[in-house]
């Protein structure tokens, strides 16, 4: 099974930072990749498909790289409403769906 | 709009067995394959179970293998997971959610909480 590692697991940053979190892949997955946000009680909303494509009606400051196995995820000016959780999913080699462990996003 | 919404959850005993379902709207159902995903108090996401369109393929998260059974009736656009031999570790928020580059719609969960 692929696995996803995610980092950091949490991070604090400041209305209007400049936020990157990453996820490395054990192995290559080409593009195959999704960002999702996860706000307390909620389901996770789907952000960026196909490691960079960002999906409809989602703000333009959210961004997505990378191939192969390693990715970023960039809120490029952080708002109070990004504050949530945030995971990758790989879905390459599936069964199984891999998901990172997921990063805690924090104002500070 | 495409929406999923799961139903049948509720508390368990150990042993004990649930129905989950998730009927869909919006899109046809038919044509995609479905999704079931779990979150633990406090946890990750955890992938549980996938179907396909036609229900010929069916797979299984290690976890949950030879316990819970996924199916699904394209007639009444609804997805299922028959879940049995239930166990504290299997306490979670179940999602349904749509198989279309990686699990594009989710539905907003349903809570299993399994205790004696």
């Known amino acids: 099974d692929i696995q996803m590692t995610q980092s950091p697991s949490s991070l604090s940053a400041s209305v209007g930072d400049r936020v990157t979190i990453t996820c490395q892949a054990s192995?290559?997955?080409?593009?195959?990749l999704n960002w999702y946000q996860q706000k307390p009680g909620k389901a996770p909303k789907l952000l960026i498909y196909?490691?960079?494509n960002l999906e409809t009606g989602v703000p333009s400051r959210f961004s997505g790289r990378g191939s192969g196995t390693h990715f970023t995820f960039t809120i490029s000016s952080l708002q109070p409403e990004d504050i949530a959780t945030y995971y990758c999913l790989q879905y390459d080699s599936v069964p199984p769906y891999t998901f990172g462990l997921g990063t805690k996003l924090e104002l500070k | 709009e495409e929406q999923l919404v799961e139903s049948g959850g509720g508390p368990a005993k150990p042993g004990g067995s649930r129905r989950l379902s998730c009927a869909a709207s919006?899109?046809?159902?038919?044509?995609?394959?479905m999704n079931w995903v779990r979150q633990a108090p406090g946890k990750g996401l955890e992938w549980v179970s996938s179907?396909?369109?036609?229900?010929?393929?069916?797979y299984y998260a290690d976890s949950v293998k030879g316990r819970f059974t996924i199916s699904r009736d394209n007639a009444k656009n609804s997805l299922y997971l028959q879940m049995n031999s239930l166990r504290a570790e299997d306490t979670a928020v179940y999602y349904c959610?749509?198989?279309?580059?990686?699990?594009?719609?989710w539905g907003q969960g349903t809570t299993v909480t399994v205790s004696s």
């Open positions: 196909d490691a960079s």
């Open positions: 959610a749509r198989d279309w580059h990686g699990l594009d719609v």
């Open positions: 179907i396909s369109s036609g229900s010929s393929y069916v």
């Open positions: 192995q290559d997955i080409g593009k195959y």
């Open positions: 919006g899109f046809n159902f038919r044509n995609y394959a």
